[in-house]
């Protein structure tokens, strides 16, 4: 069995389908249970082909191991770091709390610190969890410091690529990752 290098007691905020904070419970328990909604962010990075960077995750992951997903990705933690926007996040909008964790998961699994444009939030319902989603568009050519805990490999792929290579089985996409795709434009027939 390949060991999990995810922090199962991380603590994570449990929200209401409107978004409001209900109570906190840890990675292992929301990641079990799909009544615990908790938050998470992506950042899908295009360069300037048009192209979208994917990302395949490593084997070690909790949720997902092996599948590929968009650019970087992160639960919103529930301990507040006030590095982004300082004044912004002392308001009551949490979209700030979610731009910040966006931020540190392009640090943390991509190496680089890029503007970010929010796209949409919604909650994406798998079969173990529920997440609500913060979707967010970068642009970069990179290149990008892959984590290696994180990340097994990326490339850049363009809708018809991506299309082709998860019809021939070459790569299998997250659910989560998918819907993200198909929020910033890349719908799947």
């Excluded at 908790?38 to 899908?44: D, I, T």
């Excluded at 503007?115 to 990008?144: H, L, V, W």
């Excluded at 019809?167 to 989560?176: A, H």
Aim: proline share 4%.
């Amino acid at each position: 069995m390949t060991r999990c290098t995810d922090n199962q007691s991380e603590v994570f905020d449990v929200v209401d389908e409107n978004d409001n904070v209900v109570g906190k419970e840890t990675r292992g328990e929301v990641h079990k249970n799909q009544n615990l909604i908790h938050r998470s962010v992506g950042v899908v990075v295009f360069d300037s082909k048009g192209r979208v960077f994917l990302q395949q995750r490593s084997s070690t992951k909790d949720t997902d191991p092996l599948k590929w997903t968009i650019s970087a990705s992160g639960h919103v933690s529930s301990v507040i770091t006030r590095r982004v926007r300082p004044l912004a996040l002392l308001r009551s909008d949490p979209d700030f709390i979610y731009e910040e964790a966006a931020h540190r998961e392009l640090v943390e699994e991509l190496g680089v610190s890029l503007e970010i444009e929010p796209i949409a939030k919604y909650i994406c319902r798998e079969p173990n969890e529920t997440e609500m989603q913060m979707i967010f568009k970068a642009y970069s050519d990179g290149p990008f410091k892959l984590h290696p805990e994180e990340i097994k490999q990326g490339k850049f792929f363009t809708l018809k690529d991506l299309i082709g290579a998860v019809k021939k089985g070459e790569i299998v996409l997250s659910y989560s990752g998918k819907m993200a795709l198909e929020k910033v434009g890349f719908i799947f027939p």
